[in-house]
C-alpha cells in the first residue's frame, strides 16, 4: 500500500509512458482489447449471480415463477414504464408520467425489438447487457490511463459488488448512461472534444443529470489550456452537443404531448421538488426515532442514508487527503460530487417517507468513489464481505417485488 508521502507525491511527479498518465496514452487498440478482457469475466460473472440469486430467492413460500418466466421478475419498477415506453410511446393516457423518463434507452430497446423476437421487456434487457460490458470496458480503460492497470482491474470488481449495482445490468437505464458518461469523461481527457460533446449528447438523452457532463467539458477544456482565452479554439463548440440532447427531447415533448418541460412537470407522479441538497439528510434525522428501528420505513431510510454518505466520503476522498487525485484530475471527483448533489436536490414531498428516493441507485454514477476504493487495497476485503451480502439480500427482495431506490 502507498505511504502518505508516497501518495502526495504522485501529484507533481512526472509520470512515464505506460504510467496511466492522460498525457502519454498507449496505444488505443491494444488497450481497449485489454480492457475487454478485463470486463468480460466480472460481466460474466455477474449475471451468473443474479441469475443464482434470482432463482433462490424463491425459497420461502415455494410458489415462485415457472422457471421459463424467472427473469421476467427482472421488470420491476422504472423497468415496466420503460417497456410500455418502448411499446406504446410517450402519448399514452394511460403512462402521463412516461416524459419523466429520457428516450434514448427505450428508443435503443424499441430498435432490439424490432429486429430480435422477445418482445420490449428482453430487448431492453439485451439493451442493459450490451450497455453494462461497454461500462465496464470503458471504466477500466478510463482508470487504467488515469492509474494503472491493477488499480483498473479492481475499480470495475469493486464497482459491480456495491450493494445496488444490479440496478446496471437489469431493464434501467442506469448502465447506458454509465457508459456514455464514462466515455464522454474519457475524451475529454484525450482531448477528443467533438467525440466527448458526442457522446455526453447522448448521455443527456439519456438521463436529466446528462447536462453535468456540459461543466465537466468547459472545466477540463479550460484546465487544458491553463485557463488562458487566448488558447481557446473552434473545437469549444463541441460542447454545445451536450445540451443539444436534452433540447431534442423537448422539441420532441412539445411536438407528441405539446410541453416542452414535462419530463419536469408530470414528476408530481411522485412528488419530486427541488430542494436544498441536505434537505434529504435532515428529513431522515427527524424521521427516524419516530418509529421502531425495524420498520419497514426506517430501514429504507437508514440504508439510502447509509449508501449515499458511503459513496459521497470516497469521493471526497478523491479531493482531500492522502488518496486525492492529481490536479490534473480534479475534473473527476468534482464531477462526482456534482452527481451526487444531483441525486439529493430533487427528493419527493414527505408524505412519501423516502427524502433519499432513488440515490441508492444514482451514486453508482459517482464513479471517482471506486476508484479511490480499488487504490485502498486494505479495504478491498472489507468491502466486498458486506457489499456481496447487501447485494444479494437486496436482489431477493427486488425481484420478489420488494421496493428497492
Do not use: C
Request: hydrophobic share 55%; aromatic share 16%; no cysteine.
Amino acid at each position: 500500500m502507498p505511504t502518505v508521502t508516497d501518495a502526495r507525491d504522485s501529484e507533481t511527479a512526472p509520470r512515464p509512458a505506460g504510467s496511466g498518465s492522460p498525457d502519454v496514452p498507449e496505444p488505443g487498440l491494444h488497450g481497449w482489447r485489454r480492457a475487454l478482457r478485463a470486463a468480460v469475466p466480472v460481466w460474466v460473472t455477474a449475471y451468473v449471480a443474479y441469475v443464482a440469486v434470482t432463482y433462490f430467492a424463491w425459497f420461502h413460500p415455494a410458489n415462485g415463477p415457472a422457471f421459463g418466466q424467472l427473469l421476467l421478475t427482472w421488470r420491476r419498477y422504472d423497468a415496466i414504464w420503460y417497456a410500455e415506453i418502448a411499446r406504446l410511446g410517450y402519448d399514452n393516457p394511460d403512462r402521463f408520467a412516461a416524459p419523466v423518463f429520457f428516450p434514448l434507452y427505450p428508443a435503443l430497446g424499441w430498435v432490439v425489438d424490432h429486429v430480435l423476437p422477445g418482445g420490449t421487456t428482453t430487448a431492453l434487457q439485451l439493451v442493459s447487457a450490451a450497455a453494462l460490458l461497454a461500462t465496464l470496458v470503458v471504466f477500466y480503460r478510463l482508470v487504467e490511463v488515469e492509474f494503472d492497470t491493477q488499480i483498473a482491474g479492481r475499480a470495475i470488481w469493486l464497482l459491480m459488488l456495491f450493494p445496488t449495482a444490479f440496478f446496471l445490468a437489469l431493464g434501467f437505464n442506469e448502465s447506458l448512461f454509465m457508459a456514455l458518461m464514462l466515455g464522454s469523461v474519457y475524451a475529454m481527457r484525450r482531448s477528443h472534444w467533438w467525440l466527448a460533446g458526442a457522446l455526453g449528447g447522448l448521455a443527456s438523452l439519456t438521463r436529466s443529470v446528462g447536462f453535468l457532463l456540459a461543466l465537466a467539458f468547459v472545466f477540463e477544456y479550460l484546465r487544458q489550456r491553463e485557463f488562458s482565452l487566448r488558447r481557446i479554439r473552434i473545437d469549444v463548440l463541441a460542447v454545445g452537443l451536450i445540451p443539444a440532447g436534452l433540447a431534442a427531447y423537448m422539441l420532441y415533448l412539445w411536438a407528441v404531448v405539446g410541453d416542452p418541460l414535462a419530463f419536469t412537470n408530470r414528476m408530481d407522479t411522485w412528488g419530486r421538488h427541488l430542494a436544498w441538497p441536505w434537505t434529504a439528510f435532515v428529513q431522515t434525522f427527524q424521521w427516524v426515532p419516530d418509529k421502531p428501528l425495524l420498520h419497514n420505513n426506517n430501514l429504507h431510510m437508514l440504508l439510502d442514508l447509509g449508501l449515499v454518505v458511503f459513496v459521497t466520503v470516497f469521493v471526497v476522498l478523491a479531493l482531500v487527503g492522502p488518496w486525492k487525485m492529481r490536479r490534473d484530475q480534479l475534473m473527476l471527483p468534482l464531477l462526482g460530487l456534482a452527481l451526487i448533489l444531483y441525486s439529493t436536490t430533487f427528493p419527493p414531498w414527505p408524505s412519501r417517507n423516502e427524502p433519499f428516493m432513488g440515490a441508492p441507485r444514482y451514486v453508482l454514477e459517482a464513479f471517482p468513489a471506486f476508484i479511490v476504493l480499488a487504490r485502498m487495497k486494505a479495504m478491498e476485503r472489507p468491502y466486498t464481505f458486506v457489499a456481496l451480502m447487501l447485494q444479494g439480500v437486496f436482489l431477493a427482495h427486488f425481484v420478489r417485488n420488494g421496493w428497492l431506490a
